[in-house]
């Protein structure tokens, strides 16, 4: 393997989209996995942020995330909790990976020199940090050098639920190999035969390019993609850490994945494409794709349990039991997933986890919030917890973070009681502008503009009981915000 130039910079590229419906009801479209903490402390994006900690032989550019819009507070703040700096490009719409790479090497070419992109999405799993610097250290050379790297997953089963990449030549100097081609996920009979030949890997969804190599390489497979995303960039505003693309030029933007839109092209021996590569990783790798992956990559006793938060387990064995606000209890059980939530409680067989999607499609049909949303909802000043509803009221529990505010605002259908529990509050009602303190309460009336502050240096936690005819969240109007909400 040759060696790198002392002067490359590598950047991370962090893809950060999808809604992770398989692992209803902790992940959801509003908050999905990847910004949860379904294995150990850190959320699925701050593991993958960490996965570089200490890398040597590699200079690294601040780390650049690729997102929804709707989650860029809270990526941002993730991002402030680990003292990470970073860059977070905001797609106005979904357009699948092809596209939010193409956005990220065109910024990443335009403020850091063509560096080599590595490519990692926000929430996988990968257990064995040192194999996969290793791996990222090989990468970093033959990208350099102009190939496109991809990374395969020696697969220890008939995995159906993975495409496959098919192994050629090893590469000389590395412990890379030719990418023959890429197959799509198979039947276990097929997926048994893969394994068998030894020269079949599973699709990891990691890559390493030059940015002018991916440009190039879309240029010649997707110059349609590369052009809406030439516009959306071109109009790119920069607000803050956020980076904003033209929204109607993204939107234009054809659907693409990395892999359709130029890995298969080049399996393929499509003329004037880079030449590609892919290196074997063996670091205990997941997408954690379905609560049954989670299981395989948690802890678990010796009868073969996982358990995370409240749990009892009595004679139950090969079962993961998931509780996030309460104590849950099983007995009798085997290859189980129980997983309980403010408000919700998913119970299903182990080899049925993939199947979770169809109650979430459930849900979406009957217009229910618990597909989307969940009990406690995170904004940019930090959350609420509506924690009783009925007719004509709602109760929620609501804390702002110390030196955050809320936007000047007024409601056409309710009426607003808020009671400080915790902190000091700064009340604006109209012109007139008040100090509550704990234990003290306030009264907004329908239709007048207010706005809540906490100007004092710990959390504030109110109670709020809304009355009114109609409590939904799109009955407000703003007028002042301070982080860029319409």
Known sequence: MSNIAADLKVQPVILSGGSGTRLWPMSREKYPKQLLPLFGEDSLLQGTVRRLDGIAGLTLAPTMVVCNEEYRFVIAEQLRLMGKEGVIVLEPTGRNTA?????AALEADGVNGDPVLLVMPADHIILDNAAFQLAVRQGASLAAAGMIVTFGITPDCPETGYGYIQTGQSLPQSSAFEL?????????????TYVDDGNYLWNSGLFMVRASVWLSAMESCRPDILAACKAAWQGEQLDGNFVRVGKAEFASCPSDSIDYAVMERIAAGQANLPSAAVIPLAAGWSDVGAWD???QALDKDNVGNA???DVLLTDCKDTLAFSASRLVACVG????VVVETADAVLVAHKSKTQDVK????QLKQQGRVEGSLHRKVYRPWGWYDSIDASDRFQVKRIMVKP????????????AEHWIVVKGTAKVTRDETSYIVTENESTYIPLGIKHRLENTGKIPLEIIEVQSGSYLGEDDIERFEDAYGRA
Request: no cysteine; hydrophobic share 40%; net charge positive.
């Open 293 to 295: 992956s989670l299981w």
């Open 358 to 361: 169809k109650i979430v499609d």
């Open 99 to 103: 596209p939010a790479l193409t956005l």
């Open 403 to 414: 030196g955050a505010r809320l936007s000047l605002q007024l409601h056409h259908h309710r």
């Open 333 to 336: 059980v085997s290859d189980l």
């Open 307 to 309: 358990v995370q938060g």
């Open 180 to 192: 023959t081609r890429f197959v799509e996920k198979p039947n276990r009979e097929i997926a048994q």
